[in-house]
């Protein structure tokens, strides 16, 4: 066993899992994986001992837990990689930073309507609400790409905790046939030609459990 272990949900649906997940590959950090599979009637049971929110994903390392991901990207980021995981520049850290934090707090349509399923593929018709949030992350990841990316073919050039952040919101936009501009869509395939995002949507694939496209949940 490795000093750490990430709680995750099911690859196919738990948005959120991904994020912590796709940093400690791309970053290349060992560490043991805890599925539990969500919305069970024991999956409170399951990750009582592990979360106090009773959501996933935990990252387990020592004698602290570390809930949200969003926290557990940065935990990784202070303790483990020297903070390698945001832009160098104080400007790029603080545009790093807001898009993040806007792609954890905001989107909620998006969140809601078109939930993360890496088996789904079948065109949905954005809402009015939908069409305003597609055209926010169009948006951010044309303007970061255009102003901060010249350095690689992630939002800030080289991959950061931004990047993991939207891994989700593409496969979404995949699954659903979200219209982009060509520079997002262009971003859009780089999330998805990830080999570790790939790793991601085929083990998500694999797995036997299915919810109804229609659950609710904030990932
Ligand atoms: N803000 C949290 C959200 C976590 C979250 O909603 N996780 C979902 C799965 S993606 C979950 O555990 N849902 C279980 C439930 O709501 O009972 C984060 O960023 O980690």
């Not at 066993?1 to 709680?7: A, D, F, S």
């Not at 790409?145 to 080289?158: C, D, M």
Request: glycine share 6%; hydrophobic share 40%.
């Amino acid at each position: 066993m490795t000093e750490l272990r990430l709680v995750i949900g099911n690859k196919n649906y738990s948005a959120w899992s991904l994020c912590p997940w796709l940093m400690l590959k791309m970053y290349d950090i060992d560490f043991d994986e805890i599925k539990i599979q969500l919305y069970q009637d024991n999956t409170a049971e399951k990750l009582g001992p592990f979360s106090p929110s009773l959501k996933v994903p935990v990252l387990l390392h020592k004698d602290i837990n570390v809930w949200d991901s969003l926290s557990i990207c940065e935990y990784i980021n202070e303790e483990l990689i020297g903070g390698a995981a945001w832009p160098a520049s104080a400007k790029l850290r603080a545009c790093a930073r807001s898009v993040s934090a806007e792609a954890h707090s905001e989107f909620l349509g998006l969140k809601r309507d078109w939930p993360m399923n890496c088996k789904a593929s079948f065109p949905l018709t954005p809402s009015e609400v939908l069409i305003n949030e597609i055209a926010r992350i169009d948006a951010i990841w044309s303007c970061c790409r255009r102003k901060y990316g010249e350095n690689g073919s992630y939002l800030f050039g080289r991959f950061s905790i931004a990047d993991c952040m939207y891994a989700a919101m593409a496969i979404r936009f995949e699954s659903y046939g979200a219209e982009l501009s060509s520079e997002a869509n262009t971003y859009m395939q780089t999330l998805l030609d990830n080999p570790f995002v790939q790793k991601w949507i085929t083990l998500g694939r694999r797995e036997k459990e299915t919810l109804s496209i229609a659950y609710s949940s904030t990932g």
